[in-house]
């Protein structure tokens, strides 16, 4: 099957689950508003539900996202659905599926499901042949570790090439994502100056001002490091550092991709804060003495031509004051001192990409204050780039993924590379430090950054004036 041929038939395993809820069956709706969804949807889950039940969740899922919902359009929907139940680890359950797949031979098989679950049911499709021309989207978390991550990419090419695998990461469907890298490359006037030689740091910053919201048990699976940093900022940090890609298509972007991953230095414990919110051990299924990170800050440095001696400063983490999303690339100063007041500006001139909680792309600069003395103030020149178009990230990845479309995708050789880089500091790191919520974590950040400091903290003014 040719990643050009349109899937048939949408599988997606844990239609009962928390994530098909609040997301996917909100995606699907608006794939059918678009006119992108015209073929059947089986679920599968292991809830003694029947079709009936399915299709009362999807409505409601449905008209809680979206209270004025086309009765019509959420119609069509709930007929395109079907339902299996049955358990992941019976070869009975993928009997059943398919009998309920019926005549359709190019289907895409969604995991909407625990990690743990991962090869179990990609194991099940193969014994069934359900893996015969098929696609499969794997969710993110793709493994733990790199050994993991590894073992995973072992079962999943046993069953599908890598051309038919697509390992989502909900992140690279945001417009503001996508936006970084078409303004990179589609402006001429930034690649003179976007390397070594102009910029003198970059800082990139997820900030979420709510603590785990009772998903205790997850976040001690996870931490910030496996559940932001090592997959959401890594993608940021490539889109940003990434060599022009060699000619248009997604293979030229993942290989790009990859080579970022690949230039990474290694991150080390001397390279990384960890903190952890004050009452986070008291959640709901967190161990007593749990040391997991609710906060993350490294600083990372990129071995390229491009990129040698420019240090990327990262950091995410709970219970902060904003939520936020925010990169600030910060250019060097002036080489001659003509005007002492902008020399004594921290960082005179920035280009800052608001991600979230709306778009923005900011040029900050100095201009001259009026009067006669030559002093000036920092100011920003911004360009909104929200807009009410925009799709919701699974709405637009499914889409591409019955399509065959794997732009938004991630390769098997980017995924290991990302764990490469954090490997050495999921289990090599000085413990977690008490932070209280409703700040910007441990003071030790500021240490980590130093010179290159301070943080610019999404919508705080700092010393210079700057949003």
């Known amino acids: 099957m040719t990643t050009a041929e349109h899937s048939d038939v949408l599988v997606f395993f844990g239609a009962t689950g928390d ?41 409601e899922s449905v008209e809680a996202a979206v209270p004025d919902a086309d009765p019509t359009a959420l119609d069509t929907l709930v007929g395109l659905l079907r339902y299996v139940d049955g358990d992941y680890r019976d070869p009975a359950t993928f009997d059943a599926l398919r009998e309920a797949v019926g005549d359709a031979h190019r289907p895409v098989h969604y995991l909407a499901i625990p990690p743990v679950m991962f090869a179990t049911v990609i194991e099940g499709l193969a014994r069934a042949g359900l893996n015969t021309d098929a696609r499969v989207v794997v969710e993110k978390p793709f493994g733990r570790d790199l050994a993991s991550a590894q073992e995973l990419d072992a079962v999943v090419r046993r069953a599908f090439p890598e051309e038919s695998v697509f390992r989502i990461d909900h992140y690279l469907g945001k417009e503001e994502i996508m936006n970084l890298l078409y303004f990179r490359f589609a402006n001429g006037f930034l690649e003179p100056v976007w390397n070594r030689n102009h910029i003198a740091s970059v800082q990139i ?42 000619y248009q298509g997604y293979g030229a972007v993942h290989e790009a991709k990859a080579n970022v991953f690949r230039a990474i230095r290694p991150l080390t414990r001397n390279d990384i804060v960890r903190g952890q919110f004050e009452g986070y051990r008291d959640e709901p299924g967190v161990a007593r003495g749990s040391d997991v990170e609710t906060y993350a800050a490294v600083r990372l440095f990129i071995d390229s031509w491009r990129w040698a001696g420019v240090p990327w400063y990262l950091r995410t983490g709970k219970n902060l004051p904003v939520t936020a999303h925010e990169v600030v ?7 001659q001192a003509l005007f002492d007041d902008a020399m004594m500006a921290q960082h005179p001139n920035h280009l800052r990409f608001r991600l979230k909680p709306d778009g923005e792309i900011a040029l900050g ?23 009410a178009a925009a799709r919701q990230p699974y709405e637009r990845l499914l889409g591409d993924a019955i399509q065959g479309d794997r732009a938004l995708f991630t390769s098997e050789d980017s995924v290991e590379a990302a764990w490469r880089v954090v490997d050495a500091i999921l289990t090599d790191h000085a413990p977690a430090i008490r932070y209280a919520p409703g700040t910007w974590g441990p003071t030790e950040a500021d240490t980590l950054i130093g010179a290159d400091g301070p943080w610019h903290d999404p919508t705080v003014p700092d010393s210079d004036g700057r949003k």
């Open 19 to 59: 994530l098909a809820r609040k997301m996917i069956f909100p995606a699907l709706y608006g794939m059918v508003v678009a006119d992108e969804l015209h073929v059947p949807v089986v679920g599968v889950a292991f809830s003694e539900w029947g079709l009936d039940d399915l299709q009362r969740r999807a409505r």
């Open 205 to 246: 910053t997820i900030a979420e001002d709510f603590g785990v919201q009772g998903r205790g048990s997850f976040y001690e699976s996870a931490g910030a490091l496996r559940d932001v940093l090592e997959n959401h900022m890594l993608q940021i940090v490539a889109l940003l550092a990434m060599e022009p890609p060699a």
């Open 329 to 335: 690339v910060e250019y060097k100063k002036p080489p």
């Open 365 to 387: 600069a100095r201009v001259k204050t009026p009067g006669e003395e030559f002093v000036g103030e920092q100011r920003e020149l911004v360009a909104s780039t929200e807009g």
